[in-house]
């Protein structure tokens, strides 16, 4: 059973950081693309950041220079490390792990407010 938990959600002021991991079961994790979604209310859902099974990565404009994703195939374990965090930031963050199939965590909220 395949399974991508999502956990380090919270609410941060803006301007701080938080680090969100994805914990993934069930599949050999090293052959995935890994990707951290987020969706905000009444918006559709958006890619955020990804790392290919050969350590290439790429980001949504928005931030880059503020999001790092990395991850550690021996651990099963993705990460996405946020800094100088915005009230737009806010969303419920989702993992992605695609390869032949897309699977999908349940998410984990990061709310950006003062």
């Known amino acids: 059973q395949v399974q991508l938990v999502e956990s380090g959600g919270d609410l941060v002021q803006p301007g701080g950081s938080l680090r969100l991991s994805c914990a993934a079961s069930?599949?050999?994790?090293?052959?995935?693309?890994m990707g951290w979604y987020r969706q905000a209310p009444g918006k559709q859902r958006e890619l955020v950041a990804a790392i290919t099974s050969g350590g290439s990565t790429n980001y949504v404009d928005s931030v880059k220079g503020r999001f790092t994703i990395s991850r550690d195939n021996a651990k099963n374990t993705v990460y996405l490390q946020m800094n100088s965090l915005k009230p737009e930031d806010t969303a419920v963050y989702y993992c992605?792990?695609?390869?032949?199939?897309?699977?999908w965590g349940r998410g984990t909220q990061v709310t950006v407010s003062s």
């Open positions: 992605n792990a695609g390869w032949r199939i897309s699977y």
């Open positions: 069930g599949i050999s994790f090293r052959l995935y693309t």
